[in-house]
């Protein structure tokens, strides 16, 4: 046996050489006399000749080997450079990262060189000399190879549940993402996400969700419709929130915006009121990137039509904007170039909406001076478990309530009952800090 086993390795030896540099035609000619010399099936053999004498790099328990395929022979090479980053930097990233609401490792490292100090003042951490020392210096791309593992654990569409309104949008100009390139705060998107839970019928909570272009300072107010008195009502109590005087508002072209209150408010108080192409989400990019990384991911996909989960939603946005605009960096791209078929982004670094506003000289330094005061007093932490224990009152909330509608369900069927069927989707788990 093991003659023959020496002679096929010395026929694929040869064989190999002429079949990796064979043409197409060629090399089924050589298949198929290896093929028969040897008794290897046509896939097997066709990838022993195309793998002979090419080497393969492994990495077992820290041992880097490299193996040459179709040799015996294996060199072992043992990591040289002792590992910088140990458990306890491992354990303090894991906890920031789930404190950042788990951010890329880009906004992260910004995160962790200003937060640090806070949750040290508040003793939600404590820190010797050399773990503070090398948190502060962590690159993002080691941050994103470190995390990777519990980023993967934590892996969460919807549908767009937006009418035309044609009342007056004759009057309102169409502002295209081209032509929007304000470098002054108090230019802001809004758009409404949906609580439907994939089921768009009958009547559901809605979140109103603002975001300026310039500070990406961000704003969210649940109503309990798209009626135009509650959207409206919610967006002049978010005005009062903000920390720069509302300059532009940009919709898109649902009725709950394209009307005669929100029209006439504009005008009354000299704000420009535009509006984004029908059915191009790209004219209102940095709102509807925000729908997800802070409406969805902070309240999921669940169907939400009650009064209780209404008070729940504005009681977790009223902890959620302190805790985004005042802790979490965001970055904002600067250039995009196209190089053939690439395109090359740049991004500034990051920051979060409250160190954008401080940098800004058209904030006014008394409006500076009081978010200044308020960010003294916020602990990030703090904010994290108060978030993380409304959301799961909520949660709790909705489930039992699909519970209850499905049992009813089965009851209504068990009756012969004509019913028709609605999907009730599972929701997925938000980040949550214990």
Not at 6 to 17: G, L, S, Y
């Amino acid at each position: 046996m093991a003659l023959i086993l020496q002679e096929r390795q010395a026929v694929t030896r040869q064989t190999a050489q002429r079949y990796q540099h064979a043409t197409k035609n060629r090399k089924g000619q050589i298949l198929d006399e290896f093929c028969a010399l040897t008794g290897y099936t046509r896939s097997y053999a066709a990838f022993v000749l195309r793998n002979w004498g090419r080497k393969r790099v492994l990495t077992i328990n820290g041992v880097r080997t490299i193996y040459v395929f179709g040799s015996l022979k294996k060199k072992y090479n043992k990591r040289k450079r002792p590992r910088i980053y140990d458990e306890r930097v491992d354990k303090t990233l894991k906890l920031l990262w789930y404190i950042a609401d788990g951010i890329c490792g880009k906004r992260l490292a910004q995160f962790i060189r200003t937060t640090v100090p806070v949750l040290e003042r508040f003793e939600e951490i404590t820190l010797d000399n050399e773990t503070r020392e090398k948190l502060l210096s962590i690159s993002p791309a080691t941050i994103d190879r470190h995390l990777k593992s519990e980023r993967d654990k934590c892996t969460i569409k919807g549908r767009s549940t937006t009418k035309p309104g044609t009342l007056l949008k004759h009057q309102i100009p169409i502002r295209t993402f081209s032509q929007w390139n304000e470098k002054s705060p108090g230019f802001v998107e809004i758009d409404l996400v949906s609580h439907d839970g994939g089921t768009p019928r009958g009547e559901f909570i809605q979140t109103l969700d603002l975001t300026d272009i310039c500070t990406k300072w961000t704003e969210t107010c649940a109503v309990k419709n798209k009626a135009q008195r509650w959207v409206f009502e919610a967006l002049q109590d978010i005005i009062t929130h903000l920390p720069f005087q509302l300059r532009g508002i940009d919709s898109d072209n649902g009725s709950e915006f394209i009307n005669a209150h929100l029209l006439r408010y504009c005008q009354t108080h000299k704000i420009t009121f535009t509006r984004s192409r029908p059915y191009r989400k790209n004219d209102n990019c940095f709102v509807e990137q925000k729908n997800y990384s802070i409406v969805r991911k902070t309240v999921g996909y669940y169907k939400y039509d009650t009064p209780e989960e209404l008070v729940l939603l504005n009681q977790i946005y009223r902890y959620l904007r302190l805790y985004t605009n005042f802790f979490l960096p965001a970055m904002n791209m600067i250039e995009k170039v196209r190089i053939g078929s690439r395109v090359k982004k740049t991004y500034d670094q990051p920051a979060t909406p409250y160190h954008r506003v401080l940098a800004l000289p058209d904030v006014p330094r008394e409006d500076k001076e009081l978010v200044q005061r308020q960010y003294h007093q916020l602990n990030p932490a703090a904010l994290k478990r108060t978030i993380s224990h409304l959301q799961d009152q909520l949660f709790a909330l909705a489930s039992r309530k699909q519970r209850n509608q499905k049992q009813e369900l089965v009851r209504s069927l068990q009756h012969g009952k004509d019913t028709k069927f609605a999907y009730i989707p599972t929701n997925p788990t938000p980040f949550n800090l214990e």
